[in-house]
Nanobody
Framework: QLQASGGGLVQAGGSLRLSCAASGSIFSINSMGWYRQAPGKQRELVAV???????NYADSVKGRFTISRDYAKNTVYLQMNSLKPEDTAVYYC???????????????WGQGTQVTVSS
């Protein structure tokens, strides 16, 4: 139900934009966000955007990453600037979605997209 795209290989200091589109019989989306998991590390929050517009960023990406959402397209974006080698990870999108089937919000995860930053 979540399809992520936009990862790739970039040099340090470069930029990438990730996209994640939600699809299906969607009644509402409560929040959308991005997590990442580097080799040998636990998955961590990168940024999350609630429906009301509030955002939360990991300290390590504040000032460099920006999360945004196109409500009409049910798509969340992560603009990543000034990338560092330590940003290298698999990035996963996540969303809390209520479907028309039962209107109960559930957490969904995208398939992950690799971001590699070379030094």
């Amino acid at each position: 139900q979540l399809q992520a795209s936009g990862g790739g290989l970039v040099q340090a200091g470069g930029s990438l934009r990730l996209s994640c589109a939600a699809s299906g019989s969607i009644f509402s989306i409560n929040s959308m966000g991005w997590y990442r998991q580097a080799p040998g590390k636990q998955r961590e929050l990168v940024a999350v955007l609630a429906t009301g517009g509030s955002t939360n960023y990991a300290d390590s990406v504040k000032g460099r990453f920006t999360i945004s959402r196109d409500y009409a397209k049910n798509t969340v974006y992560l603009q990543m600037n000034s990338l560092k080698p330590e940003d290298t990870a698999v990035y996963y999108c996540a969303a809390s979605i209520a479907n028309y089937s039962d209107y109960a919000p559930r957490d969904y995860w995208g398939q992950g997209t690799q971001v590699t930053v070379s030094s």
